[in-house]
């Protein structure tokens, strides 16, 4: 096979961004090679044309053990997508992606990273692309796909990589051992150790975030030598199809086999995720979704390293502000976002009854609950923000949780319809907020579960000691992505801080300006801790990439 990227052009154009990515999460601090800027990606119309270029059509990729084309995408905003995608015969498939791992292991780890940010960058280049693929597949509204589905998620992707590569030159390629015998000849012996990949990683895509939550389980089995097969929702396939294309694509000109990335879309009702997790050739699982199939995963596929990333209760502690109307701004803007279909959207706002100090003075329970939920109206007062902050609800389950809400408790601000003017047909809705006394013991059904959507729980509790009870309840029995807290008094910062440490998780501390609770930054977030029930990984960290292979060795005399 005739390589069209030979390894000096993969260094030439990346090795400075593996370089860089390595340097940023050791220190943490602000990077990213990819701009967030809409104005950075200047093709729009090219990458409409190309979106629209896929619809009706069928989306060929000359895969092995094609059996059918299947297809069941429609899109949030009332486009029918129509697009159908290979149905792949796993016992023709597999086989094809195993034999194709032995050339990929013998790259080394280095041009594996090379070859990973090359494929980074095509789909960088195709981010228009992209940002239509994720708005007609998710219901993001567009800038916001194309910064999370885009950007942004490109952005998790390099970080694997470098994490990838990092953990697999740990260990050096050779050593020469000696070993003192006394009086005797000392005992030579020439070692080496090559990074050994499972085998083929199951990548199974939600349908919210394909792109941002897909990218690290991909690029991080694929940099550490195994084949991938992507597995989306049949609801988002879309994103990761062109994902598949491009991967294909740079493998094929990189001089490896393409087989290595390969896609299996459903038939309706098929559960095509179920069978290909427990077959013996996937050894390694990546899954968001409900907490479910993700417990299935964990007790069934024992075959397979899996890591999940579930349902939680994320919870805001509400003690005192010094900046009462940041706060609310803050929180307004973190129950907006996406119509709330965030899995790191705060969900409970535990705010003792007796009120809060604040900068403004003494604010009680029903006066926050009140001032929250105009803070709310007032950001989404003018329909044409409230659209490109909402976005669209991703399915009908979602529509019917907040539907059903107002039956829950008092309501304290009521969701509303809002019409899209590009989209007549999209399902448009406001965020409801819901007034519970903690005390009630039958309120706990709805705030101690997860209610997915634009709708939150604003928890009366006796006081802050209580909420922080109520927090390491709620993250021990339940999970949490993030927690939040606000509060003028170390000593409560301290105890939240405690709680979060003990029950392991993501803590942000008063925010009030342009950072917001249930946004991570590649590089230096975390996203998820592994610790809770939300979650058995974190995005991303050494722990994420380090057991998608082992280290074999052979010796030999010296």
């Known amino acids: 096979m005739t390589a069209d990227l030979s390894t000096e052009l993969l260094v030439e154009r990346h090795r400075g961004t593996l370089d860089r990515a390595l340097e940023a999460v050791r220190t943490r601090a602000f990077w990213s090679p990819h701009p967030e800027h809409p104005k950075a990606y200047p093709d729009a119309e090219a990458g409409r044309a190309a979106f629209e270029a896929r619809l009706g059509a069928e989306f060929p990729l000359d895969q092995p053990g094609t059996d059918a084309w299947v297809g069941e995408e429609r899109s949030p905003f009332g486009i029918e997508l129509g697009i159908r995608y290979p149905h792949p015969h796993p016992d023709v498939l597999l086989p094809a992606m195993r034999a194709a791992v032995p050339a990929w292991r013998v790259a080394g780890p280095e041009v594996r990273a090379l070859v990973c940010l090359e494929i980074l960058a095509r789909i960088n280049a195709r981010t228009q692309e992209f940002a239509h693929a994720v708005t007609h597949t998710t219901g993001q509204a567009f800038t916001m796909a194309l910064q999370a589905g885009g950007p942004h998620a490109q952005d998790r992707g390099v970080e694997a990589v470098a994490y990838a590569y990092a953990e697999q030159v740990r260990t050096p390629e050779s050593a020469e051992w000696t070993k003192p015998q006394g009086k005797r000849e000392p005992i030579g012996l020439r070692k080496t150790f090559t990074a050994v990949p499972r085998g083929i990683g199951l990548v199974i895509g939600c349908n919210t975030f394909p792109t941002w939550n897909g990218y690290p389980g991909l690029f991080a089995s694929l940099a550490t030598g195994n084949a991938v097969l992507v597995k989306p929702h049949p609801r988002a396939v879309l994103p990761l199809a062109l994902t598949v294309e491009t991967a294909r694509e740079v493998l094929a000109e990189a001089g490896y086999p393409k087989d290595l990335v390969c896609l299996a879309v459903d038939r309706p009702g098929e559960g095509l995720a179920k069978t290909l997790a427990l077959r013996p050739e996937i050894r390694i699982i990546d899954y968001t979704g409900s907490t479910s199939f993700g417990d299935w995963l964990e007790t069934h596929a024992r075959q397979a390293q899996v890591h999940t990333e579930k349902a939680g209760?994320?919870?805001?502690?509400?003690?005192?502000?010094?900046?009462?109307?940041?706060?609310?701004?803050?929180?307004?803007?973190?129950?907006?976002?996406?119509?709330?279909?965030?899995?790191?959207?705060?969900?409970?706002?535990?705010?003792?009854?007796?009120?809060?100090?604040?900068?403004?003075?003494?604010?009680?329970?029903?006066?926050?609950?009140?001032?929250?939920?105009?803070?709310?109206?007032?950001?989404?007062?003018?329909?044409?923000?409230?659209?490109?902050?909402?976005?669209?609800?991703?399915?009908?389950?979602?529509?019917?949780?907040?539907?059903?809400?107002?039956?829950?408790?008092?309501?304290?601000?009521?969701?509303?319809?809002?019409?899209?003017?590009?989209?007549?047909?999209?399902?448009?809705?406001?965020?409801?907020?819901?007034?519970?006394?903690?005390?009630?013991?039958?309120?706990?059904?709805?705030?101690?579960?997860?209610?997915?959507?634009?709708?939150?729980?604003?928890?009366?509790?006796?006081?802050?000691?209580?909420?922080?009870?109520?927090?390491?309840?709620?993250?021990?029995d339940q999970g949490a992505m993030t927690v939040g807290g606000y509060t003028t008094s170390e000593e409560v910062e301290r105890e939240l801080e405690e709680v979060c440490f003990e029950e392991c998780a993501q803590l942000s501390l008063n925010l009030t300006g342009g950072v917001y609770v249930n946004q991570t930054a590649a590089f230096s977030d975390f996203h998820g801790s592994g610790g809770n029930p939300a979650a058995n990984a974190a995005l991303c960290d050494g722990a994420f990439v380090a057991n998608r292979f082992r280290v074999v060795e052979v010796r030999r005399p010296a």
């Open 313 to 476: 209760v994320n919870t805001v502690v509400i003690d005192s502000t010094d900046d009462y109307p940041g706060m609310l701004a803050n929180l307004a803007f973190s129950l907006s976002l996406y119509s709330g279909q965030m899995c790191t959207t705060p969900q409970n706002l535990l705010i003792p009854r007796d009120g809060i100090d604040t900068d403004q003075g003494h604010r009680g329970y029903g006066e926050v609950v009140t001032d929250l939920a105009a803070a709310v109206d007032k950001l989404l007062g003018d329909d044409s923000r409230a659209n490109a902050l909402l976005g669209a609800l991703v399915n009908p389950d979602v529509k019917a949780r907040l539907d059903a809400a107002p039956g829950l408790g008092r309501v304290a601000l009521a969701s509303r319809e809002v019409t899209h003017p590009d989209f007549p047909h999209a399902v448009v809705r406001t965020p409801a907020i819901i007034a519970l006394d903690g005390a009630e013991p039958e309120a706990e059904s709805a705030y101690l579960s997860e209610c997915f959507g634009p709708v939150s729980f604003a928890v009366a509790v006796d006081s802050t000691t209580a909420a922080l009870e109520l927090l390491r309840r709620s993250i021990r």
